[in-house]
């Protein structure tokens, strides 16, 4: 595993500090790498977010729509698609 140093403005390394103190997390390094695993998981929904939007935009110009469209199973359906 490689190593790398990051620089922090305040705010940012109190709260670091914070979350270790409060023992949910071991270590700085598990701070972040935990902050950084979950900003990858939401750039992957954004991501398929937008392949779906364009998808359904897509369709609306063929005049395919969906007559019981559920928000629920959609997201459910992302959310499955990511794993």
């Given at each position: ?64 729509f ?18």
């Amino acid at each position: 595993m490689g190593s790398m140093s990051v620089h922090l403005e305040q705010r940012l390394e109190r709260f670091v500090e914070k979350q270790v103190e409060s023992g949910r997390y071991a270590s700085a390094d598990d701070v972040v790498r935990d902050a950084l695993q979950m900003m990858e998981e939401n750039e992957s929904k954004r991501d398929l977010l937008r392949v779906h939007l364009a998808e359904g935009a897509a369709q609306a110009d063929r005049d395919e729509f969906v007559d019981d469209f559920s928000f629920d199973a959609f997201k459910n359906e992302v959310d499955q698609d990511e794993s």
